[in-house]
């Protein structure tokens, strides 16, 4: 049997003093009004099960107000054993702290026992706001599926602030600055590698689901870098040409106290129709793109781990008609176990409704 979550438990997280859900193994519904808590609980499962939260919260802001400590528990079923997640969080001194099995463990510990993949509004704004929202979704996914890759963009993301930090000197050493051009094209070179495999398998999901929202229409999604086409390129190649787009730059980078070329400052694109979505799209096609990517997220977990993840919808139901509606939830089915928040449930058909596990949240 596949890995699920069985059970959540909370206590003085967030709104909550104490709750206990126990979602079905296929869809669990969460329906109340706006402001009970629902997006809270879809948070506490993504830290659970993907190490971070699409929030960002400081630990002061996990714990309720008036209580000193939080904490989260998250018991896993399936693959013959039983994993519990705890999460404890601190407010004085801000900490927050995960357990796997009753031993400690670092966030990465947690990722990719049973990952997760959220999808919710502010997801909808992702083709048409700036290049760094889509950079970090696709290595947000990277980092839940495999700890190199982890590794690999807290390595780039460090190189990166500690060489700009030498760029800002008004006379910074030249021999360092070669040596963390070195450092950093290596880490850049070995970032893009991982980027780029992972977004073609990403892409070639996202054109088979998209055709199916919108069948008279093609898709294709294409990276961008600073340094042009990085197809095909392996690793060496693509460090030499991060040092050579380094010395071409040297005189912006001083000047702008920055660093201009390499992965963060990357692009990507998806063209429907060969048009740039972002630019020509229509409202609905950029959120069948976003859609598509979703459930493209949710066939290459299964492509590489070998398991569906758990399927978070928080308050999308709404913000989508009718047919994306209907195509979400199809999708999921009864392979992917999902749970799905909404303040309606005339959004869901009477048969989804009937297979679904309804929990009222906030007393409705």
């Known amino acids: 049997m596949a890995i699920r979550l069985v059970q959540l438990r909370l206590r003085d997280f967030r709104s909550y003093y104490a709750y206990e859900l126990d979602p079905s193994a296929g869809t669990t519904v ?18 659970v099960t993907a190490g971070q939260s699409f929030r960002r919260p400081a630990p002061r802001e996990l714990v309720r107000e008036g209580a000193d400590a939080a904490h989260v528990a998250a018991r896993l079923e399936g693959e013959d054993r039983v994993i519990d997640i705890n999460l404890d969080v601190t407010a004085q001194p ?19 026992i049973l990952p997760s993949v959220l999808f919710c509004p502010d ?14 979704a696709l290595d947000d996914f990277g980092m839940q599926l495999n700890e190199q890759y982890a590794q690999l963009v807290g390595l780039y993301e460090r190189s990166v602030e500690q060489r700009n930090a030498l760029l800002k000197e008004p006379f910074p050493d030249q021999g360092l600055l070669a040596a963390w051009d070195e450092g950093l094209a290596q880490a850049g070179a070995a970032l893009l590698v991982h980027r780029t495999a992972l977004l073609d398998r990403l892409s070639r999901h996202m054109e088979e689901v998209y055709a199916l ?3 008279h229409e093609r ?43 390499g992965p963060h400052r990357d692009e990507i694109v998806f063209a429907i129709d060969g048009r740039d979505a972002r630019t020509y799209g229509s409202q609905g096609q950029q959120r069948s793109v976003v859609l598509a990517w979703k459930m ?17 919808l928080d308050d999308v139901m709404s913000e989508l008609d009718e047919t994306r509606r209907a195509a979400i939830m199809s999708f999921a089915g ?16 009477p048969d989804m409704l009937g297979r679904a596990k309804v929990v009222r949240i906030g007393g409705d």
Do not use: W
């Open 30 to 47: 969460l329906v109340g009004r706006n402001a009970v808590g629902k997006t809270n609980l879809v948070e506490a499962l993504q830290l």
């Open 94 to 112: 801000a900490k927050r702290s995960f357990r796997k099995n009753g031993k400690g463990c670092p966030a990465a510990g947690v990722r990719g």
């Open 123 to 136: 997801h909808l704004d992702m083709v048409k706001r700036s290049a760094s929202v889509r950079r970090s």
């Open 213 to 215: 929202l919108a069948p």
């Open 219 to 261: 898709i294709r999604v294409s990276y961008q870098a600073t340094i042009g086409d990085v197809a095909g390129c392996g690793r060496d190649e693509l460090s030499d040409r991060l040092l050579a787009a380094f010395d071409k730059r040297r005189a912006d980078e001083l000047r702008r106290g920055m660093t201009l070329v």
């Open 296 to 312: 493209a997220e949710v066939r290459v977990t299964h492509d590489i781990l070998g398991r569906y993840p758990l399927l978070l």
């Open 334 to 349: 009864d392979e992917v176990q999902t749970v799905v928040t909404t303040t309606n449930l005339g959004y869901f058909s």
